[in-house]
């Protein structure tokens, strides 16, 4: 496990912590009740659940509470806490989430993938909440991972100076692998029945559209997220017609220099290829006009995206974060502008989140301490 040291005094008598759980890494803050994080620690996401329960109705997999347990106990013995005194735990993840479990997350997937629960007629589920509170003896909040970044911007960012939380209007929108949003409206965060709410990513911008990883077409996430980069890139180069070549730059960029590929076996290749995110933005610097529609495509998803939220929500301030808008901050701008053209209500501000790839790891800390004194 990554040990991340931040320096802080590790003399208080109780703690909280809190896990983000991202597709790829798992980060753990510890932190007093009130204060800032003391340590940070970080590892890989373990991807497949082996260790699983196989039902008639459902799949059980508890790889995943196993993972962040191990890492809670490590973590606390590195520091030398009694984990007695271990207030609260606060966990941000990828939904779905329903009943302090994970329900099918698509980035974590059970041993048994090629079976029942891969194609969604059993599902598959990663209980969280319940094994926790029974290891460590104290109270655990499962959140959305936007609702966990709106909190962080509440407590730590935009509103880290506003004494009054009741007067916040705020939405965070994450564009990174998928796309997402949380909502604080005059001191309530809004959670929806499940805790889902804010699944803006799965509204329809484009009738039968790109598949989304949700089984549906045309989704803001199938074009404005890490995965519909990817996705929408393949198609359009797939699209291309027979006979012509791969166009520049893009044999230099997914081919090994000198590869001698022809057409079709170019193509026939392109679905193999690691094709990123950043090869996408690479070319489309170069000038090619395959990424550069695939970048609009973006924007104007994006854009619809938070015009929805503005809507519905009607914030005054719109923070944007995840990997893509950090990365690319340059995109923030002409997505707000896209926003501003589909609007019913006072442009909110939008601007790019300024607690960068930490603010899901606030939240969840602030998850914790809400758990100790709500508020």
């Known amino acids: 496990m990554l040990v991340l040291p931040l320096g802080y005094d590790t003399g208080m008598r109780e703690y909280v912590a809190g896990f983000d759980i991202g597709g790829t890494k798992i980060s753990l803050a510890v932190a007093g009740p009130a204060g800032e994080p003391i340590e940070r ?25 196993r993972q962040l347990e191990r890492m809670l106990h490590q973590a606390l013995g590195k520091l030398g806490v009694n984990p007695y005194l271990l207030r609260a735990i606060g966990i941000v993840s990828a939904g779905p989430i329903r009943d302090g479990a994970l329900w099918c997350p698509p980035n974590i997937r059970p041993e048994q993938a090629a079976g029942a629960g ?52 705020l939405a965070y929108a994450t564009i990174s692998t998928g796309f997402g949003v949380g909502a604080w409206d005059a001191g309530r965060l809004i959670l929806g029945k499940d805790g889902n709410a804010g699944e803006f990513g799965h509204i329809v911008v484009e009738r039968d559209g790109l598949l989304c990883g949700c089984g549906n077409r045309g989704c803001v996430e199938a074009y404005a997220s890490g995965v519909g980069i990817v996705g929408n890139t393949r198609s359009r180069l797939s699209a291309i017609a027979a006979g012509e070549d791969l166009p520049s730059p893009w044999r230099e960029l997914l081919f090994p220099e000198g590869a001698d590929l022809g057409v079709p076996a170019a193509f026939a290749e392109l679905e193999n290829v ?25 924007i104007y998803a994006a854009g619809i995206g938070l015009a929805a939220v503005a809507n519905a929500y009607d914030p005054a301030v719109i923070t944007v974060g995840g990997g893509i808008a950090l990365s690319h901050p340059e995109l923030i701008e002409p997505i707000r502008e896209e926003m501003a053209r589909h609007l019913n209500v006072v442009p909110p501000d939008v601007r790019l989140t300024s607690l960068g790839h930490r603010v899901t790891e606030f939240g969840a800390l602030a998850v914790a301490r809400r758990l100790i004194a709500p508020r």
């Open 41 to 65: 620690f970080a590892e890989p996401t373990v991807a497949v659940c082996d260790c699983v329960e196989v039902g008639s109705d459902e799949i059980l997999c508890s790889s995943l509470v």
């Open 118 to 169: 891969a194609n969604g007629r059993v599902p598959w589920i990663l209980p969280l909440v319940t094994p926790l509170e029974s290891s460590f003896s104290c109270p655990v909040g499962l959140f959305n991972d936007c609702s966990g970044g709106v909190l962080g911007e509440v407590y730590t960012g935009v509103g880290k100076d506003v004494a009054d939380k009741a007067s916040l209007h």
């Open 274 to 298: 690691n094709l990123t995110p950043a090869a996408v933005f690479e070319a489309a610097a170069q000038g090619d006009p395959t990424a550069s529609d695939v970048i609009a495509d973006l």
